[in-house]
Every structure is written in structure tokens, then in C-alpha cells.
């Protein structure tokens, strides 16, 4: 797995582009009017946060923490940087701004972040930023570009465990769907994040120690004319005791004796002996990982047939054979032929295991299909899943945003026509207040210099905006939601990046945490996110006090 830490140094970004460049331009036009304005290096704090969870669901899976640190701790713009910037910016920019950035870094500033791989909901900050605040506007971009598409494709995967259940391996095999090779790598990362088991992608195995899965394609099978081109036909056993000196004759008299057998039902006369040759073929290569794609000619009638004469041909020899991948047609029907075949062949020629042998399926799969096949019934033991899994089919962003929240302790507030975009001013800390069932019942946000609140103490919680909506919670547990994870230069204690297994198992531990009704798909419960009463009587003098009043005549 990759090194987050080299010698007390982090690392930087995964991604070599991930430089302070990768923003947008008005960042360093707003950067140049805060310096000429002589407003710079004031203290400003912002939050991330997100207004809506995607894919109709009522969660969210906090994802790109990592990534978001490992620039921060390497923010520095280079020679060839600034002279970019130079050429970019009008003319009349006076040349004190360019020294002005040749010093920036982020030593100055703060960030408190719920730990990544934490189940998260609207308008709670993910991340609070605070420093001087042409930094802190630099950082804007790239920190909502490297958080977006990592939970909002986290949430995806989490999404796709839900539906498949625990029991099942999820496979992610969508590097040649993805919006191209960052989109590719990313979603490998945050689909293992999400619940996924392994990968297709191998640069993602190498970078993050994503356990790698794969077979073949159709392209091999095809490529096979007949089982005369394989030429080396030896194989030893797989305890080195024996050596079979002709494994596709053995494989040939399996075949003849599954064509004479019961088991089928008569339903095979001659396979494709093309397709044969290349089953045999691989197993000949992969003795004790043969996995083979089963639908390149016919499933019931040649292809199924086929792996079984060449597994049961590696029995013989004491390897045992993984299983088959069905890629097109009824998933369902098929997968529960196959596991008819294996288990009538267990009983025939007392073969024990063969009936469990594993069945994956693929073929553009997504939530609803995966949905529609519990509800037929399936054998399917692994889904590999591809378009709709990484490119988020359903919701194509998850719509972070950035927001000024105070500046020189100075709380600020956004309004709108839309209140679902009115922000929640000042310095916040987050809690989430748990249940006597163990359950989270409620988020609540307080300003920074409240007393926290304490399990057994009756708490109000309102909603941010709506006066009606409000409720006493006496928690059982409280947590503290925002850690600190950089704090520049100064003593505190920084929170450690863990490694990508342990949020995946943070993640996982987090959704079963859920109460059921929060994470079903159709019509779940919305989460509850509350602010304190204190903080919602501010919200409400600053809003009142903010907003323009009109005048009729």
C-alpha cells in the first residue's frame, strides 16, 4: 500500500496534477484583491458541506480527506507556477503579488474534518477551514473537486453493498468506463472505501493495496479454433507427486462422460470445441485460479459443460477450480442452472465443494438490476460491476460546496430566495447524539464556544430553519464529529491519516451502525440534522439582520 508518511513528511496528492494550480481562476483574482485591499492574511473560516445526499437515499459516505491533506501539507506554488499566473492575470497586477505568493503555503492554516469513511448528511460541515484568507480561497477548488467525486462514488459502492447484501463479493470493474484514468483510479479507491472487495484496476492495487480480481475476456475463447493448438498438454498434480501428460485428452473424457450422464438432462449434444480449447488452455496457465467467462457461444449448452469437464479434470489432478462468470443474458435463470449442474455433479461423482463452486456475475449491472435479481432469486456469489458503479450513473455530482462562515470573528451568513442555501454562520463544532438502541437519532451543530452536549442531558435540537420542527433528545452517547487534522504550525495534536483498510472497516462498521430505515432505497427516513437553540436564535437575528428590507410605495 501506498506511504501516507515518509520520515514525519506527508506524502503528496496521488495525483501528480493535484498542484495549487488546479483551481479556479477567479481564486488568484480574488487572491490579488484581497492582497491590494490589504485584506490577505485576515482570519476567515469556511466550511464544506453538501445540501442534498444523493441517489434519492438519505446518507452519504464522507470520502477524499486524504487527498485534500496531502496537498495541504504540500501547497507551494512553484517559479514556473507563478510565471503561469503572471501571464494569466491582467498586466496592471503589481509585481508585490507575485513575492506575495512565492511565500504562501498552508503552515498558517487550520482543518477539522469528521474522519473520513464516516456516514455523513446535509449541512453538517465535512470540513472546516480557517487561515489567512486569500489561502483559504486558493484551497477552495481543489479541496471540493477532490472530495465530490470520492464520496459521492463511495456512497455508490456503499449503496451497491446495501443492495447485495453482506454475503456477496462485490467486484469493481469499471477502469474502462471511467471519465478517464484519475476517474478510473479514483473510483477504485473509494469503491474498496465503500464496501467493494477487490478490483480490476491493477495501477489501483499497486497504489492503495486494492486486493486485484480478474479472468478473461471473450477475446480468448474466440481466439481458439479447436483443442489441436495447444501444444505443451502436460500438467503436474497439484501436490508435484504426478505429472498428467495429456490434460486436454483428460479434459476430453470428462466431456464425454458429463455428454453420457443424466446430470444435464440431454440438454448439450456437442460443445464448442473451441471454446474448450480455450478453458483447457487456461487452466493449463492458471491450475489453481481457473475462473472461466461461460457465454461466449451458449451458457446451458456449451459453455457451463465445458468448465465442468476441464474442473473436473483438474480434480483428478487435486486443483480445485473457482468458478464461472456470466456476462450476458438472464442472469438469474442461468445462475440457477449453473448451480443445478454443480450440485448434480457433486452427488454423481461424489466431488464434494463442486456444488458451491462460485458463480459471478456482470453485464452493466447497477442498483436496480441487482435489486430485481433478489427478487427472482439467484446464485450469484460475486457481482462485477463497472459503468454504473464509477461514473455515478444515477447523480453525476454530489454538489459540495464551499462557504465563508466568519471572518476576524466576524460570523457570516449567506441568504437566498432558496433557503436550502442559506448557510449556518460563525465557528461550529458537530455532534452526533446516539440512541438507546445504539442508534444515531440526530446531528446537532453548535457555535464553538457552547458547552458540548453530555449523554443523559436533555438537549433541544431545532432545525436550522424551520421553526416548528424541534425536538428534546437525552442522548446515550455523544460524539464529537470534527477532528483536527492539520493544525499548521501550531501544538496540537493532529489526528493521524489511517491507512485506506481501516477506513474501509470504519466505513462498513458506520452503515451497520444505521438504523434500517435510513438506508433502505425506496422512501428512507430522512436523517436528522438540528442546530442548538442558542445558535438558532443567531441564525435568525443575523438573517433578519443581513437582509435588505424592502420598501412599497
Not at 30 to 36: D, L, N, P, R, S
Not at 129 to 141: A, C, D, I, K, R
Not at 230 to 254: P, R
Not at 410 to 425: G, H, T
Request: with cysteine; net charge neutral.
Amino acid at each position: 500500500m501506498e506511504d501516507i508518511a515518509n520520515g514525519g513528511k506527508i506524502n503528496g496528492p496521488t495525483n501528480p496534477m493535484v498542484t495549487p494550480l488546479l483551481t479556479d481562476l477567479y481564486q488568484f483574482t480574488m487572491a490579488y484583491a484581497y492582497w491590494k485591499a490589504g485584506k490577505h492574511n485576515e482570519r476567515a473560516v469556511f466550511d464544506l458541506y453538501f445540501r442534498r445526499n444523493p441517489f434519492g437515499g438519505e446518507y452519504t459516505i464522507f470520502a477524499g480527506l486524504e487527498e485534500c491533506i496531502r496537498l495541504i501539507a504540500n501547497f507551494k506554488l512553484r517559479e514556473d507556477e507563478i510565471s503561469f499566473i503572471r501571464e494569466s492575470l491582467p498586466s496592471t497586477c503589481e509585481d508585490g503579488f507575485y513575492d506575495y505568493l512565492r511565500g504562501v503555503d498552508c503552515s498558517d492554516v487550520e482543518i477539522y474534518a469528521i474522519t473520513e469513511g464516516t456516514v455523513v448528511f446535509p449541512k453538517v460541515p465535512l470540513v472546516r477551514v480557517e487561515g489567512p484568507v486569500s489561502v483559504v480561497q486558493l484551497l477552495e477548488t481543489p479541496l471540493v473537486n477532490l472530495i465530490n467525486y470520492a464520496s459521492l462514488v463511495a456512497t455508490n459502492a456503499a449503496r451497491h453493498r446495501f443492495v447485495a447484501g453482506k454475503s456477496k463479493l462485490l467486484l469493481e470493474f469499471g477502469l474502462r468506463r471511467a471519465q478517464g484514468p484519475d476517474g478510473g483510479i479514483g473510483a477504485s479507491k473509494y469503491c474498496y472505501m465503500g464496501g467493494f472487495d477487490a478490483t480490476s484496476n491493477v495501477a489501483a492495487g499497486r497504489l492503495f493495496g486494492i486486493p486485484l480480481r480478474g479472468t478473461h475476456s471473450h477475446a480468448f475463447v474466440s481466439s481458439f479454433m479447436s483443442p489441436d493448438e495447444i501444444l505443451d498438454k502436460s500438467l503436474n498434480s497439484s501436490d508435484g507427486t504426478t505429472l498428467c501428460e495429456d490434460f486436454v485428452s483428460l479434459v476430453q473424457a470428462w466431456l464425454r462422460k458429463l455428454k453420457r450422464s443424466h446430470i444435464l438432462g440431454g440438454l448439450f449434444g456437442e460443445t464448442n470445441q473451441s471454446e474448450v480449447a480455450a478453458f483447457t488452455s487456461y487452466a493449463l496457465a492458471f491450475p489453481n485460479n481457473f475462473l472461466a467467462l461461460v457465454d461466449t457461444y451458449d451458457v446451458v449448452r456449451s459453455g457451463i459443460p465445458n468448465f465442468c469437464a476441464v474442473a473436473l479434470a483438474l480434480n483428478d489432478l487435486g486443483y480445485k477450480a473457482v468458478g464461472i462468470r456470466l456476462d450476458s443474458g438472464d442472469l438469474a435463470y442461468q445462475s440457477c442452472e449453473a448451480r443445478k449442474f454443480f450440485c448434480a455433479i457433486e452427488k454423481e461423482f461424489n466431488n464434494p465443494h463442486f456444488g458451491k463452486m462460485s458463480i459471478t456475475a456482470s453485464n452493466d449491472l447497477n442498483e436496480e438490476t441487482i435489486d430485481a435479481l433478489n427478487k427472482q432469486g439467484h446464485e450469484v456469489d460475486a457481482f462485477g460491476i463497472g459503468t454504473h458503479l464509477v461514473t455515478c450513473y444515477a447523480q453525476p455530482a454530489l454538489g459540495v460546496v464551499f462557504k465563508l462562515v466568519e471572518i476576524n470573528n466576524q460570523p457570516r451568513i449567506k441568504l437566498s430566495e432558496d433557503v436550502s442555501k442559506v448557510s449556518i454562520p460563525c465557528k461550529k463544532r458537530c455532534y452526533r447524539l446516539y440512541g438507546k438502541e445504539g442508534y444515531p437519532l440526530v446531528d446537532i451543530i453548535i457555535g464553538e464556544k457552547e458547552p458540548a452536549p453530555k449523554a443523559g442531558e436533555r438537549i433541544l435540537c431545532r432545525h436550522p430553519f424551520n421553526e416548528s420542527k424541534r425536538a428534546y433528545v437525552v442522548p446515550q452517547r455523544v460524539e464529537e464529529l470534527l477532528k483536527c487534522y492539520w493544525p499548521g504550525t501550531s501544538d496540537k495534536h493532529r489526528e493521524e491519516l489511517p491507512p485506506l483498510k481501516d477506513i474501509r472497516d470504519r466505513c462498513i462498521q458506520q452503515l451497520e451502525q444505521m438504523r434500517p430505515d435510513h438506508m433502505r432505497r425506496l422512501n428512507p427516513t430522512p436523517y436528522k440534522v438540528s442546530v442548538s437553540a442558542k445558535l438558532y436564535d443567531f441564525i435568525h437575528f443575523l438573517w433578519l439582520n443581513e437582509a435588505p428590507v424592502g420598501e412599497l410605495q
